[in-house]
């Protein structure tokens, strides 16, 4: 059974941070690409982050140069790190996995950004 496991949400003030987890068993680590999506209340699922060919990665306009996206191989986890939090990024942050016609999501993780 594939699991996409979220942690690290959470209530922060704007100009802050937060690194969100996302831990996945070896098979699905190793064998799919994985990235992270956001929903916010009234909006479409948006795709933040992801890792592109070759180790590169592709962020979203809306966060480059605030968000990174990372892997630590040594744990089968995708990290999301968020500096300079904006009231706008408050949503429901999700671990995508995908290969091919398969993708599997993570149960999701609540950011707000709020004073």
């Known amino acids: 059974q594939v699991q996409l496991v979220e942690s690290g949400g959470g209530l922060v003030q704007p100009g802050g941070s937060l690194r969100l987890s996302c831990a996945a068993s070896?098979?699905?680590?190793?064998?799919?690409?994985m990235d992270w999506y956001r929903q916010a209340p009234g909006k479409q699922r948006e795709l933040v982050a992801a890792f592109g060919s070759g180790g590169s990665t592709n962020y979203a306009d809306s966060v480059k140069g605030r968000f990174t996206i990372s892997r630590d191989n040594a744990k089968n986890t995708v990290h999301l790190q968020m500096n300079s939090l904006k009231p706008e990024d408050t949503a429901v942050y999700y671990c995508?996995?995908?290969?091919?016609?398969?993708?599997?999501w993570g149960q999701g993780t609540q950011v707000t950004v709020s004073s």
């Open positions: 995508h996995a995908w290969k091919g016609i398969f993708a599997y």
């Open positions: 070896g098979s699905i680590f190793k064998m799919y690409f």
